[in-house]
């Protein structure tokens, strides 16, 4: 059954043994030195990314269109709530909303927008993790993320950040990118708005 934590599991490992403001999802945001930002995480998922930047000083709004995948952030940042110490200051740096991100990126006026595209259709035959596979199959497909792309590159006042597989291909996008960032199995395409 999939849960949503913020609590137990890779995420604390995460939190704890991560790289702080050197791992790559930090720096495609531009989180340098003591600079904070102000981030919409546009498919929020589990909230696993937007929980990370939270941790390093982020203030983070997570927009998440599938009721099941919202009820279950829910859940996992009021279960996080709860925790108190640590975690629970975290949290308060997380603001959830639920609808579409085409409709309400335009009345934020967000600084850095993040899309993750990882759910696209993979041309590999290896599975990815249970957990990946399970919020696939409550989201179903995103056939509109280019359109999303286009919003998010209009509003946002300093950078869009995709989040996609390493050997994913080019978004076909008129824009090229200012820079990538890789990893060993992730892609962040950094498009910089200033």
Do not use: W
């Amino acid at each position: 059954m999939l849960k949503c934590s913020f609590i137990e599991g890779p995420i604390l490992h995460r939190l704890k043994y991560g790289k702080g403001r050197g791992q790559n999802l930090s720096k495609a945001v531009g989180m340098k030195f003591n600079k904070n930002r102000e981030i919409v995480d546009a498919t929020a998922g589990l909230g696993h990314d937007a929980f990370m930047l939270a941790s390093l000083g982020a203030n983070v709004t997570l927009i998440e269109r599938s009721k099941t995948m919202y009820k279950l952030l829910q859940e996992g940042i009021l279960e996080a709530k709860s925790f108190g110490g640590e975690i629970s200051k975290i949290i308060s740096r997380m603001d959830l909303i639920f609808g579409d991100s085409k409709n309400i990126i335009p009345n934020l006026s967000p600084q850095i927008i993040l899309i993750d595209t990882m759910y696209q259709e993979r041309k590999k035959t290896a599975l990815v993790k249970s957990n990946m596979r399970m919020v696939r199959e409550i989201v179903g497909s995103d056939p509109d993320y280019l359109e999303l792309i286009d919003i998010a590159l209009i509003n946002a006042s300093n950078r869009v950040v995709i989040k996609q597989p390493i050997h994913a291909e080019k978004i076909n996008h008129a824009k090229p990118c200012s820079h990538k960032i890789l990893g060993k199995t992730i892609r962040y395409d950094v498009y910089m708005k200033t």
